[in-house]
């Protein structure tokens, strides 16, 4: 292994991820593992140099104050205690900046580690963990195309080559030209596994006559599951597949919850598997930031624009084409989107800005074409920054590159006759229409 690690054991600080940050900021690779960890779990975690146990004033769960076990605190692994502000540890501080020259002293002189966090070591090591895991059974993935599932994928296939199996189902609600960019770079340039499943009638034959929202996730959401389920009872199920690689990043866990840290918000996606599935999983990516990840996709040799992917709901077009889904209103969105996309490349606003797309209500307004009537659809523009996706403000897009793509749009897209830009921000709006 070529990474030195400093393991945080987690007290229930709000503040762990900002530790982990801090330490890989000092070039050493840090993880977080729950305060219950028993010392022949931490010796099988590679390359462990010291521990830092981490407690915050939420250290105390149903009346009971936490604490790591003693047999921890009776191995030879240098510990450092620290808690944020007056709480009688060894270490105290309000700010990191305070709290550095401490921990860069405990990282380097009291364990020994070296600095030797980069992402081609963090690839290297993943490459020889992944390959001591999986043996010679085969993984199979679920590849979205999204960034995560992106570089779980890369970061297999160059681990284990065809012993990972990637299934893309496409579920007819995808942008223009994204389902073929996955067996583009995937299928061909990468010389991946590919499965690819063209669900897009089955999809719309189930959605048909849904306009209820909730309805709608529900509907795709479980004709995922179905269709994953079926493609790996025709790869041989358990019996041939050992394992199921799932691209989790370190905030899918703390949102999800750990032991300690309360729920952030419940992760209800299409990409969710049927909890039923006995496959051991291989998550190589799970303690890695957002940006990290991207990182580690570049490193791989992944195109730019599926690095920089911006997010994209897991029901895809589906609540962007409002109420009942119809393949006419559906192809207004994606050409829309597409156009939109296209205009904000040119401008350089693709990685300025944090999600922009279009939405199609399902009614019509009048308009004038060829000098007769047109009842035709409306096309919303919707351009969004945030940094949690909790709260989100307009970009102000600069109006002659609004009256641009308003032009493209009327002129391009059929059955559209209209263009409005939505100004409002969330709360009280949300990112999506629905
Ligand atoms: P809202 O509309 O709630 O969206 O402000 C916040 C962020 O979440 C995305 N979003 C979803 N992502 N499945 C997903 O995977 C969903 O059902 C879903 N609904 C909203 C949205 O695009 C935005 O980034």
Redesign the pocket.
Known sequence: MKQDMIVILDLGSTENTALAREIRNLGVYSEIYPHDITVTELRTLPNVKGIVVYGGPNNIINGEKIDISQEVYNTDYPIMAIAHENIGSEYNFSTWEEASPQLKSFVFDVCGAEANWNMENFVADQVELIRNQVGNKKVLLALSGGVDSSVVAALLIKAIGKQLVCVHVNHGLMRKDESENVVEVFGKQLDANLVYVDASERYLTKLAGIADPEQK?KIIGAEFIRIFEEESRRLGGNEAIGFLAQGTIYPDIVESGTKTAKVIKSH???GGLPEDMKFELVEPIRQLFKDEVRACGLELGLPDEMVYRQ?F???GLG?RCLGAITRERLTAVRESDAILREEFKIAGLDKKVW?YFTAVPDFKSVGMRDNARSIEYTVIIRAVNTID?MT?AIEEIEWPLLQKITGRILAEVDNVNRVCYDLSP?PVA???WE
């Open positions: 996730r209800h996606n299409v997010p709901p897991g029901p609540v999600q996706a989100a969330k949300t990112i999506e």
